[in-house]
């Protein structure tokens, strides 16, 4: 007699909750319906899922975390956050640098449209989106800064800029300069230059703009190797935790005006916070400092990361 009962109990459940998550009655609906109070229905829906009679499963294109993701987006107030599953947050660097890729890839795809500018500065993590990009709205496509020296002709920024552009079929603008250079003076004659001072035209009308989220570690920043040991303490030593397209920020997402600024080229601090949306690419844990700094500053929109980085953010989010 109890198994029969706890049959048509369980068949009763079954219906109420085929009702709410199929046939998307709501609750008073439902209760109505059955002839109990709507908190009953809520408490039948709750034990639905927790006996694992109704299991909720996300079918989604990408691998992403979706608890992580919005703990992450709700700690830092972002529009959006991408958190690389478990299991795609696994592998070496390159590989979870592809999978970050081919979300960036995808969302691109999906939100740009004729009428934005799209920025691009130079990482390994931004290169592979634009080799995942199969289709893009005709628009302008902006390099933020220059050529990393040592880099594989692939992989430099000018390239990237290219191809993106090409997918696009819409106007690229290069910087034809190297990222570091050696003193002011130098960096002011290049910036002056007809193609360079072109591109440098257009930061101000960028609407978008895809990033990657450097720590100041070594072999973590785009920058970090391309400088002095000397003027890499120094920085440090100020309080320097991230990069972002040459631009530096303490632990408190504060820009940092350092003599860094005056020798390279690249789009300058002021000129990247307005623009409106920002996607950053940053991952693994020994970034998460950096990420959780970038995050501060109020840059981002958009946050692309996986598991390593993720799992300490919301943590360093309510730590300061």
């Not at 987006?73 to 592809?98: H, I, K, M, T, W």
């Not at 193609?195 to 450097?214: C, D, H, R, W, Y």
């Not at 320097?240 to 632990?251: I, M, N, P, Q, Y």
């Not at 692309?304 to 300490?312: F, G, M, W, Y």
Request: net charge neutral.
């Amino acid at each position: 007699m109890s198994v029969k009962r706890d049959l048509v109990d369980t068949m009763t459940s079954a219906v109420i909750a085929h009702r709410f998550y199929v046939a998307g009655k709501s609750k008073i609906e439902i209760a109505e319906e059955f002839g109990v109070s709507r908190f009953k229905v809520a408490r039948v829906l709750d034990w639905a899922r927790d006996t694992g009679l109704v299991r909720i499963d996300f079918d989604l294109p990408v691998p992403v975390d979706v608890r992580l993701s919005d703990e992450v987006r709700s700690a830092y107030g972002l529009d959006q956050c991408f958190v690389l599953d478990r299991a795609a947050s696994e592998g070496d660097r390159p590989e979870v640098r592809r999978r970050i890729g081919a979300v960036a890839a995808r969302l691109l795809s999906e939100i740009v449209t004729e009428n934005d500018v799209l920025g691009l500065s130079w990482a390994r993590s931004v290169n592979v989106t634009t080799e995942a990009v199969r289709q893009l709205a005709k628009c302008p496509v902006v390099q933020l800064c220059g050529v990393q020296a040592g880099i594989d002709t692939r992989d430099r920024s000018v390239e990237t800029v290219s191809r993106l552009a090409a997918t696009s079929g819409a106007d690229a603008y290069p910087i034809y300069g190297p990222l570091v250079l050696p003193d002011r003076r130098t960096t002011e004659i290049l910036r002056r230059q007809p193609g360079i001072a072109e591109t440098f035209g257009q930061f101000k009308n960028l609407t978008k703009a895809v990033v990657s989220i450097g720590a100041w570690l070594p072999g973590e920043s785009t920058v970090y190797d391309a400088v002095h040991a000397e003027e890499r303490e120094a920085i440090a030593a100020r309080g320097a935790k991230a990069e972002v397209a040459a631009r530096l920020f303490d632990g408190e997402g504060k820009p940092m005006s350092t003599g860094l600024a005056h020798h390279v080229l690249a789009i300058s601090t002021e000129e990247l916070l307005r623009v409106p949306e920002v996607i950053a690419l940053g991952y693994t844990a020994p970034k998460a400092e950096a990420i959780d700094a970038v995050l501060r500053s109020g840059l981002v929109s958009t946050l692309i990361t996986d598991t390593a980085a993720a799992e300490r953010l919301p943590r360093l989010a309510a730590a300061k």
